[in-house]
């Protein structure tokens, strides 16, 4: 998977900190990927995010970041960056 995303050209991080969430949300990089990610540890970034503009879903879609997963965008890429990610 991060094969394909780093191969697509798109600025990101991935796997870690709370750092990465900071870069989308002030524009600084387009996209933000963790694989597996604990709730309390994204939970704010559902409110930041979107308020500035961008997207976090699960890899498969769902706002629910209960399941597991995290992708945080620009929300104009979140899509594609989406559809590279997945198997």
């Given at each position: 998977m991060l094969q394909r995303l780093r191969a697509s050209g798109v600025a990101m991080r991935t796997w870690g900190d709370g750092y990465g969430y900071v870069l989308v949300a002030t524009g600084r990089i387009e996209a933000m990927f963790d694989p597996i990610i604990n709730f309390w540890d994204i939970a704010p970034c559902q409110v930041i995010i979107p308020e500035a503009g961008g997207r976090v879903t699960?890899?498969?879609g769902h706002d629910n970041l209960e399941l597991g997963s995290a992708l945080a965008t620009n929300g104009?890429?979140?899509e594609p960056l989406r559809s590279m990610l997945l198997p």
């Amino acid at each position: 998977m991060l094969q394909r995303l780093r191969a697509s050209g798109v600025a990101m991080r991935t796997w870690g900190d709370g750092y990465g969430y900071v870069l989308v949300a002030t524009g600084r990089i387009e996209a933000m990927f963790d694989p597996i990610i604990n709730f309390w540890d994204i939970a704010p970034c559902q409110v930041i995010i979107p308020e500035a503009g961008g997207r976090v879903t699960t890899l498969e879609g769902h706002d629910n970041l209960e399941l597991g997963s995290a992708l945080a965008t620009n929300g104009v890429l979140h899509e594609p960056l989406r559809s590279m990610l997945l198997p």
